[in-house]
């Protein structure tokens, strides 16, 4: 069963009605790390977004939704 949920009026798309929540709690996790410019333990942001957007799945989406990410592809080595 997939599931839809909105964050910053983009939607995301996942896989269990449950990862409604892991969303909202990774939205609010990196929503502090913004709010207190807190990338530990990575130099900077821009590392610490290429190490998450490796990830992939929920967390990449949430980190599109929040504007940190234009496109899965634009956080790359040289960037850092």
Do not use: C
């Amino acid at each position: 069963m997939t599931s839809e949920r909105s964050l910053n009026g983009q939607t995301l798309n996942l896989k269990a009605a449950s990862d409604a929540r892991v969303a909202e709690r990774v939205a609010q996790h990196l929503q502090r790390r913004i709010a207190e410019d807190d990338w530990r333990p990575y130099k900077s942001k821009q590392e610490a977004l290429f190490a998450w957007s490796r990830l992939g799945g929920i967390r990449m989406q949430v980190m599109q939704a929040l504007g940190l990410l234009s496109d899965p592809g634009a956080v790359s080595r040289n960037e850092r």
